[in-house]
């Protein structure tokens, strides 16, 4: 009996160590003939498991900046435009098997998060450093990442933007038949940062029917080939201003609705409206106390309400350059 016992321990114990062994098996990153770019410039890549990779340290080389948290075993990643470039990497000069094994990778209880997203499954490490995916990189604001096929590249770039989110108290009472409304945006000092010190200025609010717009945003965006209609509708560089009148809000805003519909420039379908001296008239727009004329409105009905895009002719790159922004419409 105590023969059985003592084989059925050492059994158990050969079972646990066994599973211990495959549990801590290295897996292996390879070499890949696609040649991943950060804004133009190649960046050692590799593949693993069919995505392809990067070194986080490496980014740090093309204007990113890496911060570790230790206490919560958390890299925090974030793309800088203004840092500076030292990357000097040569893909040309590195004789590379494709397929041949480049290093040996461990999991790793490490995680990244990119400009406040945590990225997903379960985190690798070579040498203490962590893998990120290039798919990855594009969490960020105004950041895409793009696949080639035909020239077997993927590219990270970063595209000039900035946005102004409002805090509108949609809690208030939509009681009223409205056929307007104004909001002004008054810059204050307070500025909210992240992990690394920065952060957006932020805007008082202050108006009348506000309420009745959700998803208020005003955006800017950089006129470029690479380019994603969720960050500027109208794609040409100038600010825009965007809300949704929803479908809960629609009855109480129809007056307004019916205003919006008579001076668009871009119907639903597509079509230019010949109609900027109407829409001019009824929207009056001031950035810094100086008007700014309206160039484009356009509506996108979805399953929520009618979205209207607001194009402003004007170019701000710089959202410090604003200090307050005024915009009506009767």
């Not at 890949?32 to 990067?54: E, K, Q, R, W």
């Not at 809960?248 to 079509?271: C, H, M, R, V, Y």
């Not at 100086?290 to 356009?298: G, L, N, T």
Request: glycine share 4%.
């Amino acid at each position: 009996m105590m023969k059985r016992l003592l084989k059925f321990i050492i059994l158990f114990y050969c079972m646990i160590l066994m599973g211990n062994i495959a549990y801590a098996e290295t897996k292996n990153v390879s070499y890949s003939d696609i040649t991943a770019y950060i804004n133009g410039l190649p960046i050692p890549s590799y593949n693993f498991y069919g995505t392809t990779v990067v070194i986080a340290k490496d980014l740090e080389n093309y204007g990113f900046d890496l911060n570790y948290v230790d206490e919560k075993r958390c890299l925090y990643i974030e793309y800088n435009p203004d840092k500076e470039v030292t990357a000097n990497y040569d893909p040309q000069k590195y004789n590379k098997k494709i397929g041949s094994v480049a290093f040996p990778v461990q999991t790793t209880d490490i995680y990244a998060r990119i400009d406040g997203i945590s990225t997903r499954g379960t985190s690798y490490s070579v040498n203490g450093e962590l893998l990120i995916s290039m798919n990855e990189l594009k969490e960020q604001h105004s950041c895409y990442v793009t696949w080639y096929e035909k020239e077997r590249k993927i590219c990270f770039d970063y595209v000039p933007y900035w946005e102004i989110y409002p805090e509108i108290d949609y809690e208030k009472e939509k009681k009223e038949t409205i056929s307007s409304f104004v909001i002004e945006f008054t810059k204050t000092e307070q500025k909210e940062t992240n992990e690394f010190g920065k952060g957006q200025p932020e805007f008082q609010v202050n108006g009348k029917n506000e309420q009745y717009l959700s998803f208020f945003r005003i955006i800017w965006c950089e006129k470029t080939p690479v380019r994603d209609f969720s960050k500027n509708w109208f794609e040409n560089g100038k600010i825009t201003i965007d809300f949704c009148i929803r479908e809960d809000t629609i009855l109480k805003a129809e007056q307004l609705i019916q205003l919006l519909n008579s001076i668009l420039t871009i119907n639903s379908e597509g079509d230019v409206i010949e109609n900027i001296a109407a829409a001019n008239e009824h929207i009056k727009v001031s950035i810094n106390g100086e008007s700014v004329s309206v160039s484009a409105v356009e509506l996108r009905p979805d399953f929520d309400g009618y979205t209207y895009y607001i194009e402003l002719d004007k170019e701000i790159k710089n959202l410090d350059e604003i200090q307050s922004i005024t915009i009506e419409c009767k």
